[in-house]
């Protein structure tokens, strides 16, 4: 990528977001940022009671992320967020314009294996179901690119970074 973009790692929970966005980060020089660092304690205890969050709950967060996407402007960093709708992708923009999305998507088993092997997670496998029907993939129009999650942390990366160094060509 010629110009550091701000790239947001995106996916339904137990894709890697927080295992692949500071890799991908480490891969492009540039600092990473948790994205349930953002959420309010709130969240995070309506999350581990097996309640998902509706969107009033995710607009606080949602509002956060965009606004460090948004400080790293032509700087360039990655955030996690799952941004699983169209509209929490349209709120991050509204915040950094130029957010990249790099949705990391997988077979639902996979996901659900990897979900059950995480130690101290706040986010249950009993979620992931509601994580799916709310997916909607990245659309034609938005900046941004989908890698598999199959395969090793480096392979995942090397997709990715090839991917999003695609963009740019």
Known sequence: MSTPHVVVVMGVAGTGKTTIGPLLA??????????????????????????????????????????????????????????????????????????????????????????????GHFMPTALLDSQFATLQPLQEDELGVAVDVSGSPEEIIDRAVAALRRLDS
Do not use: C, Q
């Open 26 to 119: 480490a891969a492009l020089g540039v600092p990473y940022a948790e994205g349930d660092d953002f959420h309010p304690p709130a969240n995070i205890a309506k999350m581990s009671a097996g309640t998902p969050l509706d969107d009033d709950d995710r607009w606080p967060w949602l509002d956060a992320i965009g606004r460090w996407a948004h400080g790293r402007s032509g700087l360039g960093g990655v955030v996690s967020s799952s941004a699983l709708k169209r509209v929490y992708r349209d709120r991050l923009r509204a915040e950094a314009p130029g957010a990249v999305f790099l949705h990391l998507t997988g077979d639902r088993a996979l996901i659900e294996r990897r979900m059950a092997g995480r130690k």
